[in-house]
């Protein structure tokens, strides 16, 4: 059973969900209880925030990689046909911020979650979300980002991917977001290069702050 935090982070973004109730809403919430909306160890030093969850790839998984039904270390494993959030693993354990094998459940000594909740097509949401919306979007999950913040007390916080960073800081000069330690932006583990490079250009991004 995932630790209460994560019950209650679940609770609290089902809750959103259906009050904002935007697009494929109840998908979300019905399809996808293993869905709880960050994962790792809510009492790390070190917090990582991504953009927010890939409808698609939740679409695509229908077990976990170690076998048997989707679970709670499921979360960002990824599309079963394309899983770049391989990457993202093989440097957290490269760099002690996660123990055993990548697809190996638990050991985390970090800690992940979205800066927006609601599941999107990803494709979609990049293409023809414009920038103006998605902080507005930011703005109204802020309140469950903030619960996060305050309940972890990260030393530092890395942002994966240039839209993450850019929307952290945004929703920190706009909207009050309190974070007590440093933030740093560093490459999407989808960025378009070989799995090498990406890697490589991750762990400069992390390594120098731990």
Not at 32 to 54: K, Q, R, T
Not at 138 to 144: N, T
Request: with cysteine; glycine share 10%; net charge positive.
């Amino acid at each position: 059973m995932p630790h209460r935090h994560f019950v209650e982070l679940r609770g609290a973004i089902h809750d959103r969900l259906r009050t904002l109730r935007p697009p494929c809403w109840e998908e979300q919430i019905e399809k996808y209880p293993w869905l709880y909306g960050a994962l790792g160890d809510p009492s790390a030093d070190v917090m990582f925030v991504c953009e927010n969850p890939s409808l698609s790839g939740l679409r695509a998984v229908t077990e976990s990689p170690w076998g048997g039904p989707p679970d709670f270390d499921t979360q960002w494993t990824g599309n079963p046909s394309n899983r770049r959030d391989k990457r993202f693993r093989t440097v957290l354990c490269g760099l002690g911020l996660k123990d055993g094998e990548i697809w190996e459940p638990g050991g985390w000594h970090c800690y992940i979650t979205n800066v927006i909740k609601q599941a999107t097509i990803v494709r979609d949401w990049k293409a023809k979300v414009p920038m103006h919306e998605k902080r507005r979007t930011a703005r109204q999950w802020s309140g469950i980002l903030q619960m996060e913040v305050n309940a972890v007390r990260p030393d530092v916080v890395f942002c994966v991917g240039g839209k993450a960073h850019e929307i952290v800081k945004w929703l920190q000069r706009n909207v009050g977001l309190r974070v007590p330690g440093p933030i740093h932006g560093i490459m999407h583990y989808s960025a378009r290069l070989g799995d090498e490079e990406v890697e490589r250009q991750m762990r400069n991004g992390i390594a120098p702050y731990l």
